[in-house]
């Protein structure tokens, strides 16, 4: 699950960089509430930590790394199918998002929901594949966590 959800992350992103050009294309309207837009995402969740400097990052991104062994000794212990998939999600999220920041210093976010009300335009944050992937595994650890039989326990 972490390598199908890396090459899938990181496939959208090089196709959409790389080949698309979406750079240079600008923001493509897929549907009323769905763009294509480039954002390039150098701090962590949610933009936090982007004004920070180098050091900052090096340091998050080693924080990343000890997070990414820790949950891959999680899901080495792990006795339930869904907590191990959910585990392979996150990391082969984090590993895919920390790529972005080797090769291009930021992460690549290109998906943006939004809605229409009135004359106000509400916008979700500019996410990516790495980013779905490691929501959806948090939200089945957590169902496996509290309803899952045996309950998945963190080392």
């Keep these: 699950m972490a390598a199908a959800t890396l090459l899938l992350d990181q ?22 509430f769905f763009d294509l837009v ?10 936090w930590f982007q004004n920070d400097g180098p050091t900052a990052q090096i340091a998050l991104m080693a924080v990343k790394a000890v997070a990414v062994v820790v949950l891959a000794i999680w ?13 392979g999600l996150i990391i082969g ?10 090769v291009y210093g930021a992460v690549v976010d290109f998906a943006l929901f939004h809605v229409q009300i009135g004359e106000n335009t509400f916008n979700w944050y500019v996410f990516n594949l790495a980013d779905v992937a490691i929501v959806a595994g948090v939200a089945s650890l957590l169902y496996d966590s509290f309803l899952g039989i045996p309950a998945v326990k963190a080392p």
């Design 38 to 47: 480039l954002a390039w995402n150098q701090g962590i969740s949610f933009g």
């Design 11 to 32: 496939a959208s992103k090089f196709w959409l960089v790389q080949v698309f050009d979406i750079a240079r294309r600008g923001t493509i309207k897929l549907t009323p």
């Design 93 to 102: 999220g984090a590993i895919g998002n920390g790529i972005d920041r080797l």
């Design 75 to 87: 899901m080495a212990r792990s006795r339930t199918l869904i907590a191990s998939l959910a585990l």
